[in-house]
């Protein structure tokens, strides 16, 4: 591999990067500024060989308990900026989407609300096409900038082949900017509407606590009954199982948090008991939401985004 390219780091621990603070080192890391840097570091890690992996607000990731071989990402400087330009916003891909609907608000622009909600990044959230209290991404959306080894393609949403959870987005091509069509609106009432999306999200989910969000997207399977992942889950009597350092969280069944030192290994263990149960009283089959970098052992019959 001989010398490493400017600003790019051996052994980068990432749990510190994740929300659950589990799992091993990055092999190599680095923080791309620019879209010029990272098409450089994408070009790079293809010539040597490299798979490349993001982190973008570490919600919704597992980082397996070897770590992870080859290049880590996480976007930084210009490529996490939010820009305002008249009602439309321009994003980097690591943009937070909870700032970027705080900052719509003060502006006094409207569409974009349910971001408040999603704990990740605005590439996170193009790449699992996340939406939250009713909001669509694809409909605000106006384009996203891919960077793939081979350079920066723009897309336009019907490009992106979202669908519930997902897109058509492949392992290493990387979301850098994102730009997202808006309304003008009353400042003072987005910031409201703002307000009672944090209040509804704070009465019932975990926070300030270790822990990835959402572990199961709700299910489409009619044996569900219309319930929620975390319906069944608790139903299922899974509300406040542990498993070593990790266990369903106790105020909302579909959220696994770290008591301590847990490991990726007992979060697997526990979504997979938590899966089990469900399925043999329910015969619903839960599809995790979670994403993972490096070799994390989730057993082969569950479906993979």
Same mark, same amino acid.
């Given at each position: 591999?001989?010398?490493? /390219? /400017? ?5 980068? /621990?990432?749990?510190?990067?994740? !929300?659950?603070?589990?799992? *091993? ?34 919600? &919704? =990731?597992?980082?397996? #308990? ?7 990402? @996480? ?11 008249? !009602? $439309?916003?321009?994003? *980097? ?11 719509? %608000? +003060? ?9 408040? &909600?999603?704990?990740? !990044? ?8 996340? &939406? ?12 996203? #900038? ?7 393609? $723009? ?46 999200? @704070? ?7 270790? !822990?990835?969000?959402?572990?199961? @997207? &709700?299910?489409?399977? /009619? ?27 106790? @105020? ?26 469900? +399925? ?12 993972? =970098? ?5 057993? %082969? ?5």
């Amino acid at each position: 591999m001989g010398d490493l /390219p /400017p600003g790019v780091q051996r052994d980068y /621990p990432l749990s510190r990067l994740t !929300t659950i603070r589990t799992g *091993g080192a990055a092999e190599l890391f680095a923080r791309p500024a620019t879209l010029t840097e990272l098409e450089r570091l994408m070009a790079w890690a293809d010539v040597q060989g490299l798979q490349v992996g993001v982190v973008g607000s570490g919600s &919704n =990731l597992l980082v397996a #308990d070897a770590g992870v071989r080859g290049l880590v990402l @996480k976007l930084d400087k210009e490529l996490s900026a939010i820009e305002l330009d008249g !009602t $439309r916003m321009h994003c *980097g891909g690591g943009a937070r989407l909870p700032a970027v609907s705080a900052r719509a %608000a +003060q502006a006094g622009l409207s569409g974009i609300e349910f971001g408040v &909600n999603i704990p990740g !990044t605005v590439g996170g959230a193009v790449r699992m096409n996340a &939406n939250a209290y009713g909001g669509e991404l694809a409909r605000v959306l106006e384009w996203v #900038d891919v960077v793939a080894p081979a350079g920066t393609e $723009r897309r336009t949403p019907d490009q992106l082949g979202f669908a519930y959870r997902r897109s058509s987005l492949q392992s290493g091509e990387v979301v850098a900017r994102a730009a997202f069509a808006l309304h003008e609106a009353s400042s003072d009432e987005v910031k409201a509407t703002l307000a009672d999306m944090r209040a509804r999200r @704070k009465a019932a989910q975990p926070s300030g606590i270790k !822990t990835f969000g959402s572990t199961f @997207k &709700n299910p489409s399977d /009619p044996c569900a009954e219309g319930r929620t992942a975390g319906q069944l889950l608790e139903a299922a009597g899974c509300r406040g199982l542990r498993i070593g350092g990790a266990g369903f969280s106790a @105020k909302h069944a579909n959220f696994i948090e770290n008591y301590g030192e847990a490991t990726t290994a007992e979060v697997v263990a526990v979504m997979a008991e938590g899966r089990r149960r469900v +399925q043999e009283r329910f015969g619903v089959a839960l599809e995790p939401e979670v994403q993972s =970098l490096g070799p994390v052992e989730l057993p %082969a019959e569950w479906s993979r985004t």
